[in-house]
C-alpha cells in the first residue's frame, strides 16, 4: 500500500509542477477576472444610454401629437420651430434628438430622426414601437374601431414561470437550469476526456521508454495502474478545487471594486437599475439568498436569468459534479489506461478509443437537444443509470431536479461500474504494458483478458 | 541462493519455458545464454515476479519466491528506460523508495554511487539531457542502489562504450566480491568466460546445458591440439598418431598445426613422434571457448529437431 502512496505522489507532483497545469490554473480565473471587466465596462457604458434624452417631435401629420408616452430615459417634446432652426438647436444640445414626421409618414423611411452623437439603438427602438403602435391605433381608429374596444384589445402579456415546491411557489429556474445543465455536461465530458487521456499517455510514456519493467519489478502492474489513475484524479480535483478559489476570490475582489464603483455614481437611480449585473458580480450574495423568492418586481429578461440563477442549488450541483467526474473519471480513466498498455504510441490508441469514447460522445451530443429539454423522460432516466453514460446525462439532469431514488440507483451504478472497468482493465494492462512491437487486436484483447496471473 | 525448478511458461501460441530447472549458488556470477527468443527474458521475468509460471517453482535462500524477495532483488532489464522529463536524482530516489528504502538513504547512497561513476554534477538535469551512457549509469545506479542479495542484468553491456564496459564490468565484480550473487544473461560469449563461474545454456525453451563454466568447457575438450613448429615443412605418411585437422604454412618456417588425437594417444605421444624430425616452439590443447560450445549446442539441436 505504501508504495501505491508512492506512486500517487509522483504522478501527483510530476503534473502539478508542469508548467501547464500553472497556466491552466491561473488562466481560468484570469478569463472570470476579465468577463468581469467586460460585464463592469459594460454597466459603467450604461450610465451613458441612461442618460435622460429629449426627443423634439416636428409633427407634420398630426396623427402623433402629444401621443409620445414619455420613457425613464426618454422625454418627448413637440416643437413647432422651422426645421433649420431646430436642427441649429441639436447642435448646442448635443444628447438631444429631433424626430421629423412628415404628412406621408407611412411611406418608406419618410420620418427621419436626427442627433449630434450617433444615435442609439435602445432609443431607436423605442421610438420606432411607439409609432407603430401609435400609427396602426390611428388606423384601426379610422376603420371604425372605438378607442375602449382596442384598449380592451391590446393585451401585454409576460409570462412568470413558477413551480410549486414544498415551500411554497417558487420562481421557477428553467433558464438557469437550462445554463446550468449545458454547462455541467460540458465540464464533465471535457475534463473526463482531459484526465483520461493524461492517464492515458502516462501509460505509454512508460510503456515507449520502458521504465515499466523496472517498476513492474518493484510493484505489482495493478498498484502501477491504480497509483496513476488516482494521482492523476487528484490533480483533476487540485485542478478544480483552485478554480473555485481563484476565482471565488477574483469574484469577490472584483464585486468589492466594482461595487464600491458603482454606489459613488451620484445616480440613485442607475444604482439600482445597474443591480442586475451587481448580483452576478457578487455570489456571496447569490448563494446567501439562494432559495428565497426573488422580489415580486417587474424584470427584464436578463434580470429574471441572473435571480433564477439563485434558485439553483450550487451547493448540491457542485457534490453530484465532484461525484460524477471522480467515478465517471475512474471508471473511463481505468479503461484509457488499458488502452495506453495495449499500443505502443499514441497515434495507434484510435481504434480502441472510438469505442470507449462512443457513449460519452453520445450522450454528450443528446444532451444539447434531447436531454436538456426533456430532463424527466424514459431515456433520460436510463442514460443516467448507465455507468458510462451516467456522469453527462445526470450533470444536465441534476439542476431541474432528480428523483433521490433515482440518484441514488445512478450512484450505485457508477461505483459498480467503475470497479468492473478497473477489474476488466487491469487484466488487460498487466499483460499489455510487456508486449512491445505488436499489432494489438481485439482478439489478443480478451486473449489477456483470460490469462493467468 | 535461487533454485529454480521445473518452470513452465506457455504463452498464447508459443511454449516460452519448458521444464526448466537451475540452481545458482550463492555468491557466484551466473551467466543465463541463448540465443534470441529462447526463453531468458520469460525466466528472468518470472524471478522477478513481473509474471507467473504456468508451474513450477522457484526458492530464493531456502523459501519460496514471494513480495518480500522484491526487496533483495535488483534488475536491469535488457530494455532501459527512465522517466525522460524526471530530473535524475528525484528518479534515482523514487526508484530505491519503490524498493523500500527510506528517503534519507536512498539519497546517501546516490551520492555515494553518483561519485563513484562520476556523475554527481547531473543530479538536477533531466533525463532526456543526458547522454545514452550516462543514462545507463544512472539506471545501473538504480539496480544496485538498495544492495540487493541478488542481482539480474539482463543484456548488462549492451548501449555501453568500451571504457563504460570495464567500468561496468569492476562495478559487477566488486558487488561480486562483496558478497552479491549476479545473475546475467547474455549472448555476448566473451563476457560469459571473462565473468561467469557458472553457466546455463537455454534453447528453444529448453535448458540444454549448463554446468561449471570450467567444467563444461573441459567436457567439451576433444584432444584437439595445436602445435607450431620451426623448420621444413613436414610431410606425414599415415604413421602419425594424430590426425590433422588444418595446416598453415607461413614464410618465416614458422608452422602451424591443428591436431586431433585419437583416442589410444596423448599429448606426449604426439612430443615423442614430432621432437627427432622438428623444432617444436608450442603444444597446446585447444579447449573449446563457451562460444564454440555454444554455437555447436545450438546447431545440434536445430539438426535434431529436424
Excluded at chain 1, 372605438?146 to 415546491?165: C, F, N, V
Excluded at chain 1, 443509470?385 to 433515482?406: C, K, S
Aim: charged share 20%; glycine share 6%; hydrophobic share 40%.
Amino acid at each position: 500500500m505504501n508504495k501505491v502512496l508512492l506512486i500517487i505522489q509522483r504522478e501527483y507532483l510530476v503534473r502539478v509542477k508542469k508548467k501547464s497545469f500553472i497556466v491552466m490554473t491561473l488562466l481560468v480565473p484570469g478569463l472570470i477576472l476579465v468577463m468581469y471587466g467586460i460585464i463592469y465596462l459594460i454597466a459603467t457604458n450604461s450610465d451613458e444610454l441612461n442618460k435622460e434624452r429629449t426627443v423634439r417631435v416636428k409633427d407634420d401629420s398630426g396623427v402623433f401629437q402629444g401621443k409620445f408616452e414619455d420613457h425613464k430615459n426618454i422625454k418627448f417634446q413637440t416643437t413647432t420651430e422651422g426645421i433649420t432652426k431646430a436642427k441649429d438647436d441639436l447642435r448646442k444640445n448635443e444628447d438631444d434628438f429631433l424626430l421629423i414626421i412628415p404628412a406621408n409618414y407611412e411611406k418608406k423611411d419618410a420620418v427621419k430622426i436626427f442627433s449630434k452623437k450617433k444615435p442609439n439603438f435602445t432609443i431607436i427602438t423605442d421610438i420606432n414601437d411607439q409609432m407603430s403602435d401609435i400609427a396602426s391605433g390611428n388606423s384601426m381608429v379610422k376603420a371604425g374601431i372605438d378607442t375602449a374596444k382596442l384598449h380592451a384589445i391590446k393585451s401585454d402579456i409576460s409570462i412568470d414561470a413558477r413551480q410549486i415546491t414544498d415551500k411554497g411557489e417558487e420562481d421557477s429556474s428553467i433558464g438557469a437550469a437550462y445554463g446550468v445543465g449545458i454547462a455541467g455536461a460540458i465540464l464533465i465530458y471535457l475534463s473526463l476526456f482531459i484526465y483520461g487521456a493524461q492517464v492515458m499517455r502516462g501509460v505509454i510514456e512508460e510503456k515507449t521508454s520502458r521504465i515499466i519493467e523496472v517498476i513492474v519489478s518493484s510493484v505489482k502492474p495493478f498498484q502501477l495502474m491504480l497509483g496513476k489513475i488516482i494521482g492523476v484524479g487528484a490533480v483533476g480535483l487540485t485542478q478544480f478545487f483552485l478554480w473555485i478559489i481563484l476565482s471565488t476570490a477574483v469574484t469577490v475582489v472584483a464585486g468589492k471594486v466594482f461595487i464600491k464603483d458603482a454606489i459613488t455614481q451620484p445616480q440613485k437611480e442607475q444604482v439600482s437599475k445597474n443591480q442586475p449585473v451587481q448580483v452576478h458580480t457578487s455570489p456571496q450574495k447569490d448563494s446567501a439568498s439562494a432559495s428565497t423568492p426573488s422580489a415580486d418586481v417587474p424584470q427584464s429578461p436578463a434580470m429574471g436569468f441572473f435571480n433564477s440563477l439563485k434558485t439553483i442549488n450550487f451547493g448540491y450541483i457542485l457534490s453530484c459534479f465532484v461525484f460524477y467526474f471522480l467515478t465517471g473519471y475512474l471508471l473511463y480513466s481505468a479503461l484509457f489506461a488499458a488502452v495506453g498498455s495495449a499500443v505502443d504510441s499514441e497515434t495507434e490508441t484510435q481504434q480502441f478509443m472510438f469505442p470507449i469514447t462512443l457513449p460519452l460522445l453520445f450522450t454528450y451530443i443528446l444532451s444539447f437537444s434531447f436531454l436538456i429539454n426533456n430532463p424527466d423522460s424514459t431515456l433520460a432516466f436510463w442514460l443516467s443509470v448507465i455507468p458510462f453514460t451516467a456522469p453527462v446525462a445526470m450533470m444536465v439532469r441534476v439542476p431541474f431536479g432528480v428523483p433521490a431514488w433515482q440518484l441514488a440507483i445512478s450512484m450505485f451504478m457508477m461505483v459498480v461500474g467503475f470497479l468492473f472497468t478497473t477489474w476488466v482493465a487491469s487484466r488487460i494492462y498487466r499483460v499489455g504494458i510487456l508486449m512491445y512491437g505488436k499489432k494489438t487486436s481485439y482478439k489478443e484483447l480478451s486473449k489477456w483478458f483470460f490469462y493467468k496471473e | 541462493m535461487l533454485s529454480i525448478r521445473n518452470i513452465v511458461k506457455q504463452y498464447a501460441g508459443h511454449r516460452a519455458l519448458s521444464d526448466v530447472s537451475l540452481e545458482v549458488e550463492k555468491g557466484t556470477i551466473f551467466g543465463l545464454l541463448g540465443p534470441n527468443g529462447a526463453g531468458k527474458t520469460s525466466l528472468i521475468r518470472i524471478i522477478n515476479q513481473i509474471t507467473a509460471p504456468d508451474s513450477g517453482e522457484i526458492y530464493f535462500n531456502g523459501e519460496k519466491l514471494n513480495q518480500s524477495h522484491i526487496e533483495r532483488i535488483g534488475y536491469l532489464p535488457e530494455e532501459r528506460g527512465l522517466y525522460k522529463k524526471m530530473e535524475i536524482g528525484e528518479q534515482m530516489i523514487y526508484l530505491a523508495r519503490l524498493k523500500g528504502l527510506s528517503r534519507a538513504e536512498a539519497t546517501k547512497r546516490i551520492k555515494y554511487w553518483f561519485e563513484k561513476l562520476e556523475i554527481q554534477g547531473w543530479w538536477n538535469k533531466k533525463i532526456e539531457e543526458l547522454s545514452k551512457g550516462m543514462q545507463q549509469k544512472a539506471q545501473f545506479v538504480a539496480t544496485v542502489l538498495h544492495e540487493p542479495d541478488l542481482i539480474i542484468l539482463d543484456e548488462p553491456f549492451s548501449g555501453f562504450d568500451p571504457v563504460n564496459t570495464e567500468v561496468i564490468k569492476d562495478e559487477i565484480l566488486e558487488l561480486n566480491r562483496k558478497g552479491s550473487t549476479i545473475l546475467f544473461s547474455t549472448h555476448r560469449m566473451e563476457s560469459v568466460e571473462e565473468l561467469c563461474n557458472s553457466i546455463a545454456l537455454i534453447n528453444k525453451s529448453h535448458k540444454i546445458l549448463d554446468g561449471r563454466v570450467k567444467d563444461i568447457r573441459n567436457s567439451y575438450r576433444n584432444n584437439t591440439y595445436l602445435i607450431e613448429y620451426t623448420g621444413y615443412k613436414l610431410e606425414f605418411d599415415g604413421s602419425q598418431p594424430f590426425e590433422i585437422l588444418k595446416e598453415q604454412l607461413s614464410d618465416d618456417n614458422s608452422h602451424m598445426l591443428k591436431v586431433q588425437l585419437s583416442e589410444a594417444h596423448s599429448s606426449n605421444d604426439v612430443l615423442q613422434y614430432l621432437i627427432p624430425k622438428t623444432h617444436i616452439n608450442m603444444l597446446q590443447e585447444v579447449i573449446p571457448s563457451m562460444h564454440e560450445i555454444f554455437i555447436e549446442k545450438v546447431n545440434q539441436k536445430r539438426s535434431g529437431d529436424e
